[in-house]
């Protein structure tokens, strides 16, 4: 059995000697491995000393990125790329354990797809800790899959998983969530997580604003990607259904009351207006609903063939 261990590296130059040997150290027992950074446009020394560990343990491999993408991006190159039967990923910057590998893949070989580790005890600022469990809170509640730390980086896949889902934007902290709607079988264990020493966090804020508008996209392509004009028609049906119940206010009004066009002029353009947005996302729902028919021949839904 091949093991993949998938590292995103930007500006880590502290910590990579020291990574590679406590990996190294604690995989010991696996006699294929491949080490796989994914430097994702550093602009200090790391890419030079991920250039110097190859020269001396050929297991370690290196994809370089021409400028910064993103977590997300690295994660789905080093996804491509990846060759082992069970697939490690964690961060650069030493706060993930590499001796909890081993458990992560004994709890992997219980009969699970994918071991997310949980950061029950971190050592992050409160303006870290407190956003992080909200979202997480939030992100349980709304995809049903239920682990306590969706973003922590320490995670353990079979093969299959990496290969079948999509990760890009800010998509990296939903993978759990996007092997869930797949069907995958996902669990949790607690993992050691440990204060950064070297260099600085690489995540403000206004990530939590971001991840809220990747939660909306991963659970609306989830529900209506199939059957997009359940959601689109939906819409067009109420905003229709109100324009055509003024158009018949407007003929009361004028046929019953006897009153003139005139009076109610903006109640009648609002009845026209409703009328034609509800057409236009009929007609949206439905041209969903042929680029979907299209790419269902294209969409990779075998989870595994024995």
Known sequence: MKLSIIIPVFNEEGSLRELHHQITDSIKMFEEYEIVFIDDGSFDESKL?????????????LISFFRNFGKSAALSEGFKYAS?????????????????IPALISKLNEGFDLVSGWKKKRYDPWKKTFPSKIFNFVTRILTGVKIHDFNCGLKAYRNSVVKSIEVFGGRHRYIPALAGQKNFSVAEIVVNHRPRVHGE???????????????LTILFLNKYTQQPLHFFGAIGLVTFFFGFLIQLMILYYKFILIEPFSKHIALLLLGIVLIIIGIQFFSIGLLGEIMAR?????????????
């Open 84 to 100: 082992g039967d069970i697939i490690i990923t964690m961060d650069a910057d030493l706060q993930d354990d590499p001796n909890e």
């Open 294 to 306: 299209h790419s269902q021949g294209k969409e990779d839904r075998v989870k595994e063939i024995i």
């Open 201 to 215: 966090t690489k995540y403000g804020g206004s990530r939590i604003f971001h991840g809220f508008f990747d939660l």
């Open 49 to 61: 000393i991920i250039q110097n560990m190859i020269e001396k343990d050929p297991r370690v491999k």
